[in-house]
């Protein structure tokens, strides 16, 4: 059965690092998305990515955040400086059409230090 | 806008009794309801979806949930604990058409033997 992919599964950071985190959607899914988990917390929704370009973002997403599909199969987050409160797991998922059921990868924990 | 409460934090059960976690959903429009499983260390797994068909809708391993509209809830039940039930169950929003998904703070399950 065909699943999402995320790399690394654990990644320790310093403040201040870039991270790129990667994800393999599903390989006939065309939505992209991302969510963190912030411990003890909600998955928050962060940005959406449709036909190249990102369709949809939260507050979080802020300039320090962006998104990426460099070839026909990976997606990845970077976060160019990264801070304490950035750290939390990080899910990728995917999904066939909008509103439909997204498919989550296993998640990346961030740890920044 | 779209939110969910998760009106138990933890639920306790023994093996093979019922079990039941309450959701309650606000959208401004036509949602679509999910319930995502996340056992230790694993990604989210889609446990049931309801996008408007019938309204008791079933999913894996034994789950299933009823979408009442006048009350605005989506409970997820099983009629029998397994010991592999233990994991945190997440309720689910998405506005009918929109990209991200709104998920509830979440249910922790034990199941005693």
Not at chain 1, 24 to 38: C, G, T
Not at chain 2, 32 to 38: A, E, I, T
Not at chain 2, 58 to 71: L, R, V
Request: with cysteine.
């Amino acid at each position: 059965e065909p699943e999402v992919t995320q790399t690394p599964s654990h990644q320790v950071t310093q403040m201040g690092q870039e991270v790129i985190l990667r994800c393999v959607p599903i390989s006939n899914h065309l939505y992209f998305y991302w969510y963190r988990q912030i411990l003890g917390q909600k998955v928050e929704f962060l940005v959406s990515f449709y036909n190249n370009e990102i369709s949809e973002k939260s507050e979080i997403f802020d300039d320090q955040f962006s998104v990426e599909r460099p070839d026909g199969s990976n997606f990845t987050l970077k976060i160019r400086s990264t801070k304490l409160e950035d750290s939390a797991m990080y899910f990728c998922a995917s999904s066939v059409t909008r509103g439909n059921e997204q498919f989550f990868g296993p998640g990346t924990r961030l740890t920044v230090l | 806008a779209q939110s969910v409460t998760q009106l138990d934090s933890h639920v306790s059960v023994s093996e093979g009794t019922p079990v039941l976690l309450r959701c309650n959903y606000s959208s401004s429009y036509s949602p679509s309801l999910f319930w995502y499983v996340q056992h230790p260390n694993k990604g989210l797994q889609l446990l049931l979806k309801y996008t408007s068909a019938a309204t008791l809708v079933k999913g894996i391993n034994g789950f299933e949930a009823e979408f009442k509209k006048s009350e605005t809830s989506f409970h997820l039940t099983k009629p029998s604990a397994h010991m592999s039930d233990a994991a945190e169950y997440f309720c689910v929003v998405s506005d009918r058409g929109d990209y991200k998904l709104s998920f509830g703070a979440g249910t922790t399950v034990t199941v005693r033997a």
